[in-house]
């Protein structure tokens, strides 16, 4: 789900815990994607607060690499792109003029 939203799963609150052969932050820039997403999306249950089922969200196929090395590189390039991304948020809109 998109960061910014608010959404409940079965009614609880589930958290996603990467194992020994993935890299977190490969597997959070690689559910921050549009495409899977998306796929999140289709299974969404529309009401007051929106929700999907663990039993469904676990046989979402996500597009994701096993190779471990991949994922850490993969992983840091997001990680540093999302911080410098907050740093150049940060700066005066004036010092970012160029000459």
Do not use: C, W
């Amino acid at each position: 789900m998109d960061s910014h939203e608010e959404a409940a799963i079965a009614q609880n609150i589930v958290a996603f815990r990467a194992k020994k052969s993935y890299v977190s932050n490969f597997l959070y820039a690689m559910f921050s994607t549009e495409i899977n997403k998306k796929k999140a999306e289709r299974i969404v249950m529309g009401a007051v607060q929106p929700s999907i089922k663990v039993s469904q969200l676990i046989n979402v196929n996500y597009a994701v690499t096993k190779n471990i090395n991949e994922q850490s590189r993969i992983g840091s390039f997001f990680s540093e792109l999302d911080h410098l991304i907050t740093l150049h948020q940060r700066m005066p809109e004036n010092s970012l003029k160029y000459t």
